[in-house]
């Protein structure tokens, strides 16, 4: 019988509970979610169902809560409504965009800079999130359900510290996003972000290691993650990659993203909508802790330099810390024994 794999909260040792048994808790979630809008139903896709189950430990209270959370803020805020010109403004600076590669599994990638933050409106700041989220969902090939952030810290300051945008940014991506962040690279970090996040993890929930990741591109060790994760001939130079006609221009990304909301439509049907697919990870076995690392073994032949120290932050999907120092290289197989055995 295939296996699924769910991860327990209380000891991180993995829990195997058979497709038979995932199936009975999805259809116990929509009985218990009940009758929707033709939309909505369609965001309520098996696949769809799944992740809040994951992201609840396969509790069906739990998840059935979290999804219903959803459902309302989706029918209030209209994620699948918003347009380009209407958050234009706030994609001026490039401070977020979708890059035009994606990761060695084909993940669509978000690039994000945050010193390049040019409004004050945290409603319009979230909005604009919201946006980019939904638009790398769309963008997802069939076989993958996540994305990956680039996170850039060049000529981040003090005065780009924000608290409350922070928690708003989580609350939005914890609650309503469930697992569908694969990896976050935070690149070139100064020494006073440290701090920041420790106290801004008080925000999220403990559960996911190893999908942040602390890049520096002054330590060749560290590197060795982007090597891992990306073709760098397809990689902008700010990552360390050779594409040098790969960034942002305002005026391409536009129209490229005009492009994309003319396929919102087609996308909300049950034919062009990703998450009615089947689910990979149930059916693959693997917990999305395990996918994560399989990836980087699949990506690449290098060693990868991970401390021994594991900032546990989100308990849906979307953090948690991992520093990249030379003096803690570690065998990528190891790291993936002692994940598969529970002693990561």
């Not at 209209?78 to 084909?106: N, Q």
């Not at 065998?331 to 993936?336: F, P, T």
């Amino acid at each position: 019988m295939t296996q699924g794999v769910q991860k327990s909260s209380s000891n991180g040792f993995e829990k195997h509970l058979a497709s038979e048994e995932q199936l009975e808790k999805i259809n116990e979630v929509r009985r218990l979610v009940g009758t929707l809008s033709e939309k909505l139903s369609i965001y309520c896709s098996d696949a769809s169902i799944s992740r809040y189950l994951r992201a609840r430990n396969w509790n069906v209270k739990k998840a059935t809560k979290m999804l219903k959370d959803t459902i309302k803020w989706r029918a209030e805020y209209k994620p699948e409504d918003i347009r380009w010109d209407e958050i234009a403004k706030e994609a001026e600076t490039g401070k977020i965009y979708r890059s035009s590669c994606t990761d060695k599994h084909g993940r669509p990638v978000l690039v994000m800079r945050p010193s390049r933050q040019n409004t004050k409106s945290t409603k319009g700041q979230i909005r604009y999130l919201v946006y980019c989220m939904e638009n790398a969902i769309m963008n997802l090939p069939p076989d993958q359900e996540q994305m990956v952030w680039l996170i850039d810290f060049d000529g981040y300051n003090l005065s780009h510290l924000s608290l409350k945008v922070t928690r708003e940014t989580a609350i939005v991506l914890q609650n309503h996003y469930p697992e569908r962040l694969g990896l976050a690279i935070l690149y070139n970090p100064p020494k006073f972000f440290e701090p920041f996040w420790m106290a801004a993890k008080v925000f999220l929930e403990p559960k996911t290691h190893n999908k942040v990741k602390f890049v520096y591109s002054d330590v060749p060790d560290s590197m060795k993650i982007m090597e891992a994760y990306f073709d760098v001939d397809h990689l902008e130079p700010a990552f360390g990659g050779k594409d040098s006609e790969a960034g942002f221009d305002i005026g391409k990304y536009a129209e490229r993203m005009k492009e994309d909301d003319k396929m919102i439509p087609s996308f909300w049907t049950k034919e062009g909508c990703p998450s009615s697919a089947s689910e990979p990870a149930a059916e693959s076995g693997a917990s999305l802790d395990t996918l994560s690392l399989e990836a980087t073994t699949d990506a690449s032949n290098h060693d990868i330099a991970l401390d021994s120290q594991t900032v546990s932050i989100n308990d849906n999907d979307d953090c948690s810390v991992t520093k990249v120092l030379p003096e803690d290289v570690v065998n990528q197989n190891e790291v993936l024994t002692a994940d598969k055995e529970g002693h990561a």
